[in-house]
């Protein structure tokens, strides 16, 4: 039995899309251009894209959302109504916004809305409010799971509907990065260096190490052991029988700057982890391998955000990432050969060895990780292969020219 929340996947290219749609995820996120909250990501898919991410959307019967969530000046404007038109055209299932204006011409165009968490919905009247306009909010991530319930308990009581006729449908996050801010509303980018984080231009001050310094006596502490304004990464995978009994519809899982194994791996225990719940097979055994699975991809380690009525925030002690592993660069995908299922590699960069446990990438492939097989070189059966060296091997799934092949080792 599959769970009926829509579990949400981050998008920040098509590996990463093709991961979450694999991995199984109901819908995807993902943001165009200058638009979005990850505007300044490395990873953004163009307008040009919103055809062939739509068409692979409805092939795999999964829904697509395209944040155009930003704060939004006048000479946006048209730009907003240009991306909507293309949305719309092209057959993108809705339009995630935070800003008015964006939300008025979506309503105006017939493009379905989602409200987004920087409009930092917290209670039952606003719900009621933007319902005449969307059919899907995502609450502010400082509530309690006591909180979104009462939200809930009322929209099924009164009846709430949006302009679909549908009940409206509540939306919270999962896992992922959280900000120091309040639903990511925060002005210190713009402060130190003019470059808004409420415009998708954030450069993350709060992941920095700080020292404090006494105005009066000139004297300095460095703050030992926590990055005080970086928060953990939110995870509720341990607690998300509650989570799913507080009434929400979708579950979101943050990371459209992640790579894409991050991606296929976290979708992919939170899928097995929401249709558990639903088959009654939901166990602790079950939840502490989903962790250990969880802590091999990028994190700065996990609390429980606010949901369970935290006061304070939990605080990283390290800059970066807390997987326990790391991949490693090997080989560039060169040929398949259909009829017999056989992929070939160029290694480029280490050895690699029968064994390893590897991953293999791709726009169109997504994410494949598996034990190397055995494999040949040269069409000779080998246990390693080196630098410069062509490998062949079984593999059921299609590969293609342009995927790699990583190495996972331990994060020492």
């Not at 713009?190 to 470059?195: A, V």
């Not at 976290?266 to 602790?284: F, K, N, Q, S, V």
Request: hydrophobic fraction near 35%.
């Amino acid at each position: 039995m599959k769970s009926t929340v829509e579990l949400m996947a981050p998008a920040g290219n098509f590996e990463s899309l093709m991961a979450g749609i694999h991995a199984g995820a109901n819908s995807v996120y993902f943001g165009v251009d200058q638009l979005n909250m990850r505007a300044r990501a490395t990873m953004n898919f163009t307008l040009g894209d919103l055809e062939e991410i739509a068409e692979i959307c409805q092939k795999h019967d999964v829904k697509s959302y395209l944040t155009l969530n930003t704060i939004i000046y006048d000479h946006d404007l048209s730009i907003i109504k240009t991306v909507t038109d293309k949305a719309l055209e092209v057959g993108i299932t809705a339009i995630i916004a935070s800003d008015q204006a964006v939300i008025n011409y979506c309503h105006q165009a017939g493009m379905e809305v989602h409200i987004s968490t920087q409009v930092n919905v917290t209670n039952f009247e606003t719900v009621k409010f933007y319902a005449h306009f969307a059919d899907v909010m995502v609450l502010s991530r400082e509530l309690s799971l006591n909180q979104v319930k009462k939200i809930t308990s009322e929209i099924e009581k009164q009846q709430i509907k949006g302009p679909s006729g549908n009940l409206i449908e509540i939306e919270i996050f999962g896992h992922g990065a959280l900000c120091m801010a309040v639903s990511g509303k925060c002005y210190l980018s713009l402060h130190t260096q003019n470059s808004s984080a409420n415009r998708g231009a954030c450069i993350q001050n709060c992941r920095r190490p700080y020292i404090v310094t006494d105005k009066e006596s000139g004297y300095e502490l460095e703050i030992d052991n926590e990055y005080i304004m970086s928060p953990k990464d939110l995870c509720t995978i341990n607690f998300l029988d509650q989570v799913v009994d507080s009434g929400i519809k979708v579950l979101k899982i943050e990371g459209r700057g992640r790579a894409p194994e991050y991606v296929q791996t976290t979708i992919a225990c939170y899928r097995e982890a929401l249709d558990a719940i639903a088959e009654g097979t939901y166990t602790t055994e079950k939840v502490n391998a989903w962790m250990d699975r969880l802590a091999t991809v990028y994190n700065r380690g996990f609390w429980s955000g606010y949901y369970l009525g935290q006061e304070l925030g939990e605080w990283t002690d390290a800059s970066g990432s807390k997987a326990t592993q790391k991949k490693i660069y090997i080989a560039k995908g060169q040929h398949y050969y259909g009829k017999t299922n056989i992929a070939e590699f160029k290694v480029e960069a280490q050895n690699i060895k029968q064994g390893d446990t590897i991953l293999i990438t791709g726009p169109t492939t997504g994410v494949i990780q598996m034990e190397m097989p055995a494999f040949m070189v040269d069409d000779v059966f080998s246990t390693e292969a080196k630098r410069g060296e062509i490998i062949t091997f079984k593999l059921d799934e299609r590969i293609r020219n342009t995927d790699k092949l990583y190495k996972l080792v331990p994060n020492e």
